[in-house]
């Protein structure tokens, strides 16, 4: 009987895989009920045998939680990479901050390319969230500040997402000494061209990180309409001052976060986009379940 190992994917493209196994890298194929290669994440754990120097995969092991669109497993760490160019897609923020915490993962936001803005123009646009999350400033180009990122990526397994031309690639060519190939903006459209085409792991210090393609379109996978506002850290504390226990935040009488949108004590773009993604859940899920 050939001796099994666990390794973990950390390359797929196309119908070829990698799987790291004690720091070796292994060419990888899956076998028998996992052929079908759309069921292998970057990211997931695997029982392989060797044959040939080549891994043949056995069997993926439970996934502690998933993303779709890129599709990747296992993740400890969410970095979440935005810059001043392209404009920074809030919306896309939030709804990776709600799929973090529902899928038990630490969302980070970096703040890259701060050479290009004033200190406190970055401290303004990141206010809202470093109440609650961790935020950091660098400017992976000049190599500023990379000790705090170094820190995050060290440890667990992060994976990186963000606009494309937010400089995801730059970061890692900065921390690694790599060549990999990076995207600027469109200049007609002011919007990031893909470089990075697929998945794959790197090794910084203790920690692994996924390089992914641009997350242009996040969706928020099986959410009910009614959890939604327990992911929001600013709403739990006023929620108490609700007169219904079941307040949704939206219009409700006597809604205590309600009242302090319009007081100014929550911010104001954090809440409306709350409202638009509420709308999006909601108008999945009737669609799911009527």
């Not at 990888?28 to 754990?45: A, E, M, S």
């Not at 038990?104 to 109440?131: F, G, M, R, T, W």
């Amino acid at each position: 009987m050939k001796k099994t190992f666990i390794g973990k994917i950390s390359k797929k493209k196309a119908d070829r895989f990698e799987v790291i196994f004690n720091d070796e890298i292994f060419i990888g194929r899956p076998r028998g009920r996992i052929q079908l290669i759309d069921n292998l994440y970057v990211g997931d754990n695997v029982e392989f045998t060797i044959e040939d120097s080549y891994a043949n995969i056995e069997k993926i092991l439970p996934r502690k939680n998933f993303f779709i669109r890129p599709n990747v497993a296992n993740i400890d760490k969410l970095l979440i990479v935005i810059a001043k160019e392209p404009t920074i897609d809030w919306l896309l923020v939030d709804k990776m901050i709600i799929n973090c915490y529902a899928n038990n993962i630490e969302p980070i936001i970096c703040y890259n390319k701060a050479d290009l803005v004033k200190d406190e123009d970055v401290e303004k646009e990141l206010s809202p969230y470093a109440k609650f999350m961790e935020c950091i400033k660098i400017s992976a180009i000049k190599k500023e500040n990379l000790d705090a990122l170094v820190d995050v990526l060290s440890e667990g397994v992060t994976c990186l997402a963000g606009q494309s031309a937010v400089g995801k690639t730059t970061i890692l060519n900065s921390i690694l000494d790599l060549n990999l190939r990076t995207g600027g903006l469109s200049e007609k459209i002011s919007r990031g061209k893909h470089t990075t085409r697929h998945v794959e792991i790197y090794k910084v210090l203790d920690g692994l990180v996924m390089d992914t393609a641009g997350f242009s379109v996040f969706t928020l996978i099986n959410k009910k309409p009614n959890e939604l506002k327990d992911y929001y850290h600013e709403f739990i504390e006023l929620q108490r001052g609700c007169r219904f226990s079941s307040c949704l935040h939206i219009n409700e009488p006597d809604c205590a976060v309600i009242k302090a949108y319009q007081k100014g004590q929550i911010d104001s773009g954090r809440y409306d986009r709350y409202l638009k993604i509420y709308e999006e859940v909601k108008t999945a899920y009737d669609k799911k379940f009527m």
